[in-house]
């Protein structure tokens, strides 16, 4: 997937209403970017694919 177009979509996808950067605090939601890398590098954040109360839901690629 171009890199060019997952940050094109994410801008686009920041138009849209988001949940509240408060919530982004200890006991609230983790801070997550475009290109994280989880458990050792295996998991890669790709896009978000939605939220809500009490969870949001990344996209993430597999390099295993």
């Given at each position: 997937?171009?890199?060019?177009?997952?940050?094109?979509?994410?801008?686009?996808?920041?138009?849209?209403?988001?949940?509240?950067?408060?919530?982004?605090?200890?006991?609230?939601?983790?801070?997550?970017?475009?290109?994280?890398?989880?458990?050792?590098?295996?998991?890669?954040?790709?896009d978000?694919?939605?939220?809500?109360?009490?969870?949001?839901?990344?996209?993430?690629?597999?390099?295993?």
């Amino acid at each position: 997937m171009d890199l060019d177009f997952l940050t094109y979509h994410y801008q686009i996808k920041q138009l849209w209403e988001e949940e509240r950067l408060s919530r982004y605090e200890p006991g609230g939601y983790h801070p997550v970017h475009l290109r994280d890398l989880f458990k050792e590098g295996r998991y890669e954040v790709v896009d978000k694919l939605g939220w809500g109360g009490f969870s949001t839901v990344w996209l993430a690629r597999d390099h295993e």
